[in-house]
């Protein structure tokens, strides 16, 4: 048995999301392979929050982004570690086309780009707080128990800035 959302959103049988994420009412119904699990159509909104700041390098270049009122694109690239040209271009233009980042341009030599959160962005900060409260505390926790080795991260808040 799957737990299947009333859109159909949920049939997996390796893929389990708890059904108080979705507002959605939730049965129970025998398993079937069902498209639709990330499709555009569904009106979950947690698939919804994760289609658009999911991925391995948006929450980073947001949290990036919240140091500062506005942060160059090279700047931007070396804060987020590891991440490529393509990459990080892509992605800032996703978050700009879904209204999170804007970006300015300025028409001089050597060409200037600066990119800073919109008011909706902003509106992100307090969730990307607790998530990063609730990771550090994870780590932690793992640490402990023996399951992992950490080794920094490229995320710590600056000493002019803390998180807490």
């Not at 879904?98 to 028409?107: A, D, K, M």
Request: charged letters at 25%; aromatic letters at 10%.
């Amino acid at each position: 048995m799957v737990y299947t959302c009333s859109k159909n959103i949920f049939a997996s049988t390796h893929i389990f999301l708890p059904y108080f994420f979705c507002e959605l009412s939730m049965t129970k119904s025998p398993s079937s392979p069902i498209s639709g699990l990330y499709d555009d159509k569904t009106e979950c909104p947690i698939l919804h929050v994760f289609r658009r700041i999911g991925g391995k390098w948006k929450l980073p270049i947001l949290w990036h982004l919240a140091d500062q009122e506005t942060v160059r694109y090279n700047e931007l690239k070396r804060s987020v570690r590891g991440v490529t040209n393509m990459m990080l271009t892509k992605c800032l233009r996703e978050l700009e086309d879904f209204g999170l980042v804007i970006r300015q341009q300025y028409n001089e030599v050597p060409p200037r780009v600066e990119y800073s959160l919109t008011n909706r962005g902003k509106t992100l900060l307090p969730a990307l707080e607790q998530l990063y409260a609730w990771g550090r505390e994870q780590l932690e926790y793992e640490k402990k128990a023996g399951l992992l080795v950490g080794s920094g991260c490229a995320c710590q808040p600056t000493a002019t800035q803390p998180r807490d």
